[in-house]
């Protein structure tokens, strides 16, 4: 099995910076990808970045410009640097894993960490 353990979110005011952590652990064969999901009250969960084996990402447009997913390999842990922040960007943000461990494909969530930015 695969556990991924999110922390950073917070509080911030408009414009301000925060930056997530997505740790993944357990019986970790190959990453496939890795990235961010959001979901804001009333709204549907929606990709923010994500990050392949090879290093080639994918942005909403809405976080482009402002923010960047990065990766530790060998730590397999990612990152979401989110700066300019704004209000719309206040959500549960979730930690996303697709890979496998031994010979099973696994797809595996985070449980979310909430970033709520202040106008």
């Known amino acids: 099995q695969v556990q991924l353990v999110e922390s950073g979110g917070g509080l911030v005011q408009s414009e301000g910076s925060l930056r997530l952590s997505c740790v993944a652990s357990?019986?970790?064969?190959?990453?496939?990808?890795m990235g961010w999901y959001r979901q804001a009250p009333g709204k549907q969960r929606e990709l923010v970045a994500a990050?392949?084996?090879?290093?080639?990402?994918d942005y909403a447009v809405s976080a482009k410009g402002r923010f960047t997913i990065s990766k530790e390999t060998a730590k397999n842990t990612i990152y979401l640097q989110m700066n300019s922040l704004k209000p719309t960007d206040t959500a549960v943000y979730y930690c996303?894993?697709?890979?496998?461990?031994?010979?099973?494909?696994?797809?595996?969530w985070g449980q979310g960490t909430l970033v709520t930015v202040s106008s």
């Open positions: 990050i392949r084996a090879g290093g080639s990402i």
């Open positions: 996303t894993f697709r890979g496998t461990s031994l010979t099973r494909y696994l797809e595996v």
């Open positions: 357990g019986t970790i064969s190959s990453i496939y990808t």
